[in-house]
């Protein structure tokens, strides 16, 4: 499975941003897709979760101005993120696991990370 993030950039405050992670590979293997964030120094935050029954679960910081979102065709999800705040200024990175299958089976896979910066 490899994962590739995209779609980060910088906005003002109050603004909007989507994410992208195309997800290729051994797709039927991932059980749960989703994004982290991280910033240098600091413990990684669970941003959002989308579940193989389709319920998102969201961080409790981001819920009600994220949303997740799928596309099945192309085996991508979205994140759409709107009131952005400085303090969500970080990398943020896509994630896939634990992986269900293959040679990498019970691990976590992760996208190359994309910045977002909001300024005030």
């Known amino acids: 499975v490899e994962l590739l993030d995209s779609g980060g950039g910088s906005v003002q405050s109050g603004g909007s941003l989507r994410l992208s992670c195309a997800a290729s590979?051994?797709?039927?293997?991932?059980?749960?897709l989703g994004w982290y964030r991280q910033s240098l120094g600091m413990e990684r935050e669970l941003v959002a979760t989308l579940l193989p029954s389709g319920t998102v679960n969201y961080g409790q910081s981001v819920k009600d101005r994220f949303t997740v979102s799928k596309d099945n065709h192309d085996y991508k999800i979205y994140m759409q993120m709107t009131s952005l705040q400085p303090e969500d200024t970080t990398v943020y990175y896509c994630?896939?696991?634990?992986?269900?299958?293959?040679?990498?089976?019970?691990?976590?896979?992760w996208g190359q990370g994309t910045q977002v910066t909001v300024s005030s």
């Open positions: 994630y896939a696991g634990p992986l269900l299958c293959g040679v990498r089976k019970g691990t976590f896979v």
């Open positions: 590979g051994e797709i039927w293997c991932i059980r749960d």
